[in-house]
């Protein structure tokens, strides 16, 4: 039986009972010494990896040629949700952001040479990667303004620009750099995508960014400072790079809305485990009205954003783009995640704002996902625009006709 949004399959099943078991042996007893990232949390964190390819849980997004588990989109998604729940377990998987977009890419649209060199090494976790898109003298929001030019000589592209917040530079092996090829064409087709390997001169770390205060947060300032790479670096067609950036993008956000679904739904498990303990003004918290309606609200909040999550899925499994439905979710899941979080901070008091519990870790990453691939604000603007569209021509959009 195939997995649908209703119906989970029993291999679906079995490999979402995997993921439990490893969570709760491995993974959270050891949140706070894997979140450290020090000599210790390396080492753990590659005895939990050989334990998962061991077992077979590696790469899950991955096809099986490519060093992947080959399995259904659907698979994945419900898989990912547990996955998420804490925000280190999906290294022990090899299936962390940017690397796993990274590989899709590269796996669709990588030469032979390319496949070989990068995309083999990175999906088997010898390496690490980047993906160079943002640029702080323009809107990242709206990346038609982009700034950083590769210029084709001979047979090289010489890449000048500045680029921020590309996550992981700092220990990558190669970054993804979206520049600007051919300023002439139609706007959509002046970007391409070029490899950089972070050792080619010119490729210059420039700032540390701390986000939400955290020095080692890994989201640096990159200088492209008349950086030479061979023409072969060209990931996929010249002038496609926003097609390729799409194709990243819409199944890469039904990733990171799993896990951020994780997220919620862990907050919520903790929520509800706090309040049937924690006793104030004579009883549990769980006996005030307050807090049950924060834990139904949550349930509905978290089972509504679940289920239109695997509809996108399921329709990006049937071959669609899903753009709206995609765009839906991108806001609409990580707000779920941020108001149970929050509240889930709440229910603990002054304990929730602390390490001792991983909310306020949690509700940074949640939080951050408002402005990250993507603002709320430019995914609404999508799902309108389309739905505008339809009615200009006298049309309507209803989820009930089954588009
Ligand atoms: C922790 C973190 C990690 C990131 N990792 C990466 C990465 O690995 N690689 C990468 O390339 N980028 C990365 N980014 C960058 C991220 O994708 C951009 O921040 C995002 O696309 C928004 O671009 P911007 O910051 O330039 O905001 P701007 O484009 O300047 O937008 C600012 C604000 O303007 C508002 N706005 C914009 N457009 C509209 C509109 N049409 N209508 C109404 N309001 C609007 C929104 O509120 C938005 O938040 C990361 C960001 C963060 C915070």
């Known amino acids: 039986m195939p997995d649908t949004v209703l119906q989970i399959s029993d291999e679906t099943k079995e490999r979402c009972e995997y993921v439990k078991r490893f969570m709760e042996e491995y993974i959270y007893p050891n949140e706070n010494v894997l979140a450290r990232g020090d000599e210790r949390a390396e080492q753990l964190m590659k005895e939990l990896q050989a334990i998962n390819k061991k077992n077979g849980y590696w790469a899950p997004h991955m096809p099986k040629e490519?060093?992947?588990?080959?399995?259904?989109?659907?698979?994945?998604?419900?898989m990912n949700e547990i996955i998420g729940r804490s925000l280190v377990a999906p290294r022990a998987f090899g299936s962390q952001a940017p690397?796993?977009?990274?590989?899709?890419?590269?796996?669709?649209?990588?030469?032979?040479?390319?496949?070989?060199?990068?995309?083999?090494?990175?999906?088997?976790?010898?390496?690490?990667?980047?993906?160079?898109?943002?640029?702080?003298?323009?809107?990242?929001a709206d990346p038609t303004n982009l700034?950083?030019?590769?210029?084709?000589?001979?047979?090289?592209?010489?890449?000048?620009?500045?680029?921020?917040?590309?996550?992981?530079?700092?220990?990558?092996?190669?970054?993804?750099?979206?520049?600007?090829?051919?300023?002439?064409?139609?706007?959509h087709k002046r970007f391409s995508q070029i490899i950089?390997?972070?050792?080619?001169?010119?490729?210059?770390?420039?700032?540390?960014?701390?986000?939400?205060?955290?020095?080692?947060?890994?989201?640096?300032?990159?200088?492209?400072?008349?950086?030479?790479?061979?023409?072969?670096?060209?990931?996929?067609?010249?002038?496609?790079?926003?097609?390729?950036?799409?194709?990243?993008?819409?199944?890469?956000r039904i990733h990171h809305c799993m896990r951020t679904l994780g997220l919620a739904q862990r907050a919520f498990d903790l929520m509800c485990q706090r309040a049937v303990s924690r006793e104030a003004f004579g009883g549990p918290?769980?006996?005030?009205?307050?807090?049950?309606?924060?834990?139904?609200?949550?349930l509905v909040n978290i089972q509504a954003a679940r289920l239109l999550t695997m509809q996108a899925a399921q329709k990006i499994d049937s071959g669609d783009e899903a753009r709206v439905e995609i765009s839906m979710i991108k806001f609409f899941?990580?707000?779920?995640?941020?108001?149970?979080?929050?509240?889930?901070?709440?229910?603990?008091g002054a304990l929730g704002v602390t390490t001792d519990v991983p909310l306020q870790a949690m509700y940074k990453s949640a939080r951050t996902l408002r402005i990250a691939d993507g603002p709320d604000e430019v995914h609404r603007m999508v799902v309108s625009r389309r739905v505008i569209r339809k009615y200009r021509a006298g049309e309507t959009w209803d989820f009930q006709t089954f588009e």
């Open 333 to 348: 899941v990580v707000n779920v995640a941020c108001d149970v979080i929050d509240k889930a901070i709440q229910v603990h």
């Open 196 to 252: 950089v390997p972070t050792d080619t001169p010119g490729f210059k770390i420039e700032r540390i960014i701390e986000v939400w205060g955290e020095h080692d947060a890994n989201h640096p300032q990159i200088l492209y400072d008349n950086v030479r790479v061979p023409v072969t670096n060209l990931l996929g067609p010249q002038g496609e790079g926003f097609r390729i950036a799409q194709k990243r993008l819409g199944p890469g």
């Open 99 to 140: 690397d796993s977009g990274n590989a899709e890419i590269l796996w669709l649209f990588g030469t032979e040479e390319q496949k070989e060199r990068w995309l083999k090494p990175l999906v088997a976790g010898e390496i690490r990667s980047c993906y160079s898109m943002t640029e702080p003298a323009v809107s990242g």
């Open 285 to 298: 918290l769980a006996d005030k009205q307050t807090i049950q309606n924060w834990i139904a609200d949550s």
């Open 147 to 187: 700034q950083t030019r590769a210029v084709r000589e001979g047979d090289e592209w010489v890449i000048n620009g500045r680029k921020w917040f590309s996550s992981g530079a700092i220990g990558a092996a190669f970054a993804i750099v979206m520049c600007m090829t051919d300023p002439d064409a139609p706007p």
């Open 66 to 78: 490519a060093g992947g588990m080959g399995i259904p989109f659907l698979t994945y998604a419900y």
